[in-house]
């Protein structure tokens, strides 16, 4: 009997949880999404005035890059995916919102 | 007939076609395997590849693909030939043909490394197929922005009750933006002030409906008028508050084109989201409870069925091709497949994943198009919108909103997603300009110059025609996309040696059947306007915009010819097993 209520008890957690996530993805998700899309631009600015030197743009005296070079190295290879990735038109911010 | 049956034979369909058909097609032919790694795994950039729960997927899919397309859809088309019609091609379609494309895209998105259509399209047929494409998009665009601003104006115009909920939404979105991303507000705290404060004006809006007619026909005595053409061969002028209702959906549209997405379009795109929400879980509900509570409100009064041919002066509607350009969305979208392969597809965590989130999204985008049927069935008469916010505002009278609010909020949760798609489709519309004129003429790349010209082609088209023409053309280029992608998947299909059986024949119908509509629709103005109205003083404008059409219509022809012919000459090498050859561009 107690395994039984149990067992109810978790599958109605199970189909709350699953609501709650639908509603997020209906609801807050493209937000997230362009949010995280607006702290990627700036990351790929910052990492292009700091390595901007790795794509042969020297800005900042190699110093500081140096300085920096610790905290940037960790987000190196996505903002190579990032940038390096060949972009279509459809790739344009708010398609996703167009349907 | 009544909404409790109909409801139960959707759910019933939807069943069937998804543990029955699309179960086995995702075992046996596609062979999704949750261990093979997706797109989102593998080029993780934690931006647009990034892999997420299905559940959360399934919430942003279906958020992103039910919008204004499957609710005009069916009440234009239940308004010509009768809901019987409208609901076995809403039922077939997203059976046999409409979950196919939308999963087929997202996993041929995910077996490609994530490509968009285009770029697949480029690859797999040629570069001439990813610029005609292009080209189908902005005239998709440059279509629904012209059939929903004249949709939007009407009702604006005609509506009283409407137009301050649209205002208000307006106003809250700005607040949106400024309190999620400037002062960081909670996204809940935030949800409630600006949601609340859009449904409190919709529910004002009646009580203030007198001065807005007031102020319309204080504007109806300029006299301002330019004439159009109605699918019964009527002359009709469209009047002076209907140009300033027009006018302001242009203002709203270039707000949403020109400023930032988070300041403007993303906050409006979002209340309108739970507005809808609201109107369509509310809507439903009743639907269901109206068979127990108050039949009278759970009856179809619509006539079932009410010929094959509905045309009428001198203009053809025929069952065959009409229908299945009318209803676009709801039954098969193109642009569905668009969204799946660049948005979804690229956050898929597992292989599996594609069918509850691509092919379940579909299925539930039905229903809401089947609400939409089921509230033009049991409305019964009047004008399309006025007829759906009536319906709705029966459903809502069930539990225990007063009709007249009810229908206030129908109507504002139609205008309200019409209106945030058309300011969307606008700002798109200026993108792809950029694009294609950027590099000849610069001042294309300014974002005013670009949104400035999209919204003139917006007006002219706006101004020159009759919702249903514009509305079946717009049909034609989505249904045409939607063939167009399913003949990538074929051909994918083909490439990978797996039978392409389950994607060519429903290409071939809707290949053949938008080809056919968009003829129709091309013959339709040219018989009640180009033939019976060129020359006529004051008409010169309804004579070019039907001009403008005939030839948009003939272009998405021949265009698909193009791609047709194009593909084929793929299908034979690829058959063959021999690769692409380098594009020459």
Known sequence: ?99 | MNTLIALVIAVVVIYLAYVFYAKRVDATIIKADPKKATPAKMYMDGVDFSPTDRNVLYGYQFKSIAAAGPIVGAITAANLWGWLPSLLWLLVGVSFIGWVQDYSAMMMAVRKDGDSLTAISHKLISPRTRNIFLLFIFVYLLMIVGAFGNLLAGTLNTQPSVPLGIIVLAVAGMFAGQMLYKWKMDLIVTTIIVVGVTLLAILIGPVIASSIAGFNAALNTLGLKIYYVETTGAVLPFTTSYMFWLLVVVVFSYLGATLPIWRYAQPVNYIGFWVMALTIVGGLLGAVLAVFLKPAAATFTLPDYKGFDMGTGGALQPLWPMLFVTIACGAISGWHALVSTVGTGRQLEYETDALPVGAGAMFSEMLLSLLALLAISVAGKGAGAAAFANGVGQFLNVIGLDATYGAALGFAAFVIIVITVTQLALRFMRVVLAEWLGDMWAPAKNIHVGTIISAILMIIIVLSGTFTYMWQIFGGANQLMAALALMLVTLWLVETKKNPAYAFWPMLFMYVTCIAANLISAYNLYATVLLKQMGKPGLEFAVFGAGAMIVIAVFLDVAALYIGWDAWKAYGRLKAGKAAPAPAE
């Open chain 1, 1 to 99: 009997m107690q395994i039984g209520i149990e067992l109810v008890r978790n599958r109605i957690a199970c189909a709350l949880e699953a609501f709650r996530q639908v509603l997020y993805g209906a609801g807050a998700h493209e937000i997230v999404l362009y949010t995280v899309r607006l702290r990627a631009n700036m990351e790929n600015l910052f990492i292009l005035v700091t390595l901007g030197d790795l794509i042969g743009v020297p800005i900042l005296p190699p110093y500081y890059s140096l300085r920096l070079l610790p905290y940037l190295v960790p987000q190196v290879s996505s903002w190579k995916r990032r940038v390096l990735r060949e972009r279509d038109i459809l790739d344009a911010d708010g398609l996703d919102l167009l349907a």
